[in-house]
């Protein structure tokens, strides 16, 4: 069992920075598919940036540019740089990993963060 715990979340104005963490309860870097997904009020829930185990990262459209996915195996940690904040950027943001890259990224994967919010205001 995979515990994903995020924080960093908070309220920024637009423009700002954010860096998003999310701590894994083991270390699943060296096998699973990692990523960040966030859900707005009344949206689904989208696909924001994913990291192969092998180190390839891929991102959405929107916010290529401005995030960066990461991640520090020594410390069991996923990160998200989140750079040029705009309000539509606004969202609850999760954290997500699976060892079926498919799953990932459908945005049905076997682990999921609680979710940490975002707020950017204009």
């Known amino acids: 069992q995979v515990q994903l715990v995020e924080s960093g979340g908070g309220s920024v104005q637009a423009g700002g920075s954010l860096r998003l963490s999310c701590a894994a309860s083991?270390?699943?870097?060296?096998?699973?598919?990692m990523g960040w997904f966030r859900q707005a009020p009344g949206k689904e829930r989208d696909r924001v940036a994913l990291?192969?185990?092998?180190?390839?990262?891929t991102y959405a459209d929107s916010v290529k540019g401005r995030f960066t996915i990461s991640k520090d195996n020594a410390k069991n940690t996923l990160y998200l740089q989140m750079t040029n904040l705009k309000p539509e950027d606004t969202a609850m943001y999760y954290c997500?990993?699976?060892?079926?890259?498919?799953?990932?990224?459908?945005?049905?994967?076997?682990?999921w963060g609680q979710g940490t919010q975002v707020t950017v205001s204009s």
């Open positions: 990291i192969y185990s092998d180190g390839t990262t």
């Open positions: 997500a990993a699976d060892p079926v890259l498919p799953r990932l990224w459908i945005g049905r994967p076997n682990y």
């Open positions: 083991k270390s699943t870097y060296n096998d699973d598919y």
